[in-house]
């Protein structure tokens, strides 16, 4: 909060200025929807929900930009707490706290949840989806919720859509869904609800691209990019230029060292734990959020290398959170957990407050990924391809 003007601002966090600003109740119509949809690396559009926060805040009169940052930031605290409670059948006191401990103090989630796009607002569709995930097979009435919930995640993020129906193949060939034709019915219907929402974009682009021609970093892009997002390591590469890294290292010798550390303590516990679930694995022992996990690091995974698509890390959250409950809930002994996680705070905060003053000291990474800063940029020019960076 205290620096939430230096948050980075392109392409993106423009667009969602530009939403918040569009949506107001007297401007609304059907054929004016177009502001709502904003280009994606694999060539089509994100849905119109995408921005849905940014849309919802301008209709009730948030017009802002850093007041919007700043209460999505602390509903999106809030949402993991729930998360955290919903969890409670599953996870121990001590493992929900660490937990909270490796999500909360993860260095790149703090940075990308000061950005104003729903790719950093993942909390609101993962509370959602846990919920209905762990009481699918409750009722009829969940399972029909769950199915129109898994299609119309198209509509917010392609990502997660991805994700949730990678799980949800899985889960169909394990006949995990007792109320099969429930979830059939529910899917229809939120592949119905998904067309009429990209209606106004289909009815003004005649040709419809399903990818731009840019190819993703190799066979091995989405398990890196998933370890990296776990430790917090991808904060890292938005810092990526030569001539920044240095004026960084210069002011912090040992920003880069602690990024390795973190990196090497999540690695660590995550191979950890994977050696004590082997020990006592079977099937029978298998809970949801293990499938999850499992599903999310193989099928998921394969999915996304045959689609040869570029990966971000804002794409994982859904695997941060995933893998992060995985490793509280497995590893062994729960006292080196505790002290591993402590040592991750610890780190997490000095390069949180390192990138924090860097940031500020000039005003954004001027030649890297993260680019200029609202500061400098989203208040002061109409250009915005100056914002870019590299």
């Known amino acids: 909060m205290r620096n939430i003007e230096f948050v980075e601002y392109k392409y993106d966090q423009y667009f969602g200025e530009n939403v918040i600003q569009n949506c107001n109740i007297k401007l609304l119509n059907f054929s004016n929807l177009e502001f709502l949809f904003i280009r994606s690396s694999s060539g089509v559009p994100q849905g119109p929900f995408h921005f849905s926060l940014e849309c919802i805040s301008g209709i009730l009169g948030i017009d802002n930009y850093i007041e919007f940052l700043k209460i999505k930031i602390i509903f999106s605290q809030i949402i993991i707490f729930i ?26 989630l703090i940075i990308s949840s000061r950005n104003t796009s729903i790719i950093y607002g993942y909390e609101f569709l993962l509370v959602i989806f846990l919920y209905l995930i762990l009481n699918v097979n409750n009722t009829k009435k969940n399972t029909i919720v769950y199915g129109v919930f898994s299609f119309l995640t198209l509509v917010f993020y392609f990502p997660t859509f991805i994700f949730v129906n990678c799980i949800n193949a899985v ?61 917090g390591d991808s904060l890292n590469f938005k810092i990526n230029s030569q001539s920044d890294i240095d004026s960084l290292i210069n002011m912090y010798p040992h920003y880069l060292n602690l990024h ?131």
């Open 83 to 108: 998360t955290i409670y919903l969890l409670k059948n599953y996870l121990s006191e001590l493992e929900m706290f660490t937990f909270l401990l490796l999500i909360l103090f993860n260095p790149y």
């Open 260 to 390: 390795r550390i973190n990196y090497f303590l999540v690695t660590f516990l995550l191979i950890l734990s994977l050696i004590y679930f082997r020990k006592n694995f079977s099937l029978k022992s298998l809970d949801i959020l293990d499938y999850i996990f499992f599903i999310s690091m193989t099928f998921t995974g394969i999915f996304y290398t045959v689609l040869d698509i570029p990966l971000y890390p804002h794409y994982f959250y859904f695997n941060i959170f995933f893998a992060v409950v995985f490793i509280v809930k497995n590893i062994h002994p729960k006292f080196l957990l505790l002290l591993i996680s402590c040592v991750f705070v610890i780190n997490s905060t000095v390069i949180i407050q390192n990138f924090h003053s860097y940031i500020q000291e000039f005003n954004g990474a001027q030649t890297s990924d993260y680019g200029k800063s609202y500061n400098s940029c989203g208040c002061c020019t109409n250009e915005i391809r100056s914002c870019k960076g590299q």
């Open 171 to 231: 889960l169909f060939f394990r006949k995990y869904f007792k109320n099969l034709r429930d979830f059939i019915i529910g899917n229809l219907i939120g592949a119905i609800l998904s067309f009429l929402a990209y209606l106004p974009y289909l009815l003004s682009n005649s040709q419809l691209s399903l990818n731009n021609g840019a190819k993703s970093w190799g066979l091995s892009s989405y398990w890196r990019i998933t370890l990296h997002a776990i430790s």
